[in-house]
């Protein structure tokens, strides 16, 4: 079952990724991301350089807060 969720995961997070590199993705879609994101608690701290979602996180078109 495991397998299955993290499959679906990584599927949901390319294909996220995918609309946001081509510069197509709508405001809906950007706030899909985002939502998605923080959700799954991703920030630059925490996911690995080499993970789907770490690519998507870079990807999106907005600069990072300041704390």
């Known amino acids: 079952m495991k397998n299955k ?3 679906l995961h990584d599927g949901v997070t390319k294909e996220l ?3 946001v590199e081509s510069g197509n993705a709508t405001s809906a ?6 939502k ?3 959700d ?3 920030s630059n701290d925490i996911v690995t350089a080499e993970s ?6 870079t990807a ?6 300041s704390h």
Not at 29 to 34: G, I, K, P
């Open 5 to 7: 969720l993290d499959e």
């Open 17 to 19: 990724l995918a609309r």
């Open 29 to 34: 879609e950007l706030s899909v991301a985002v």
């Open 36 to 38: 998605f994101l923080k």
């Open 40 to 42: 799954n608690g991703a």
């Open 52 to 57: 789907p979602m770490a690519s998507l996180l």
């Open 60 to 65: 999106l078109p907005f600069e990072e807060a």
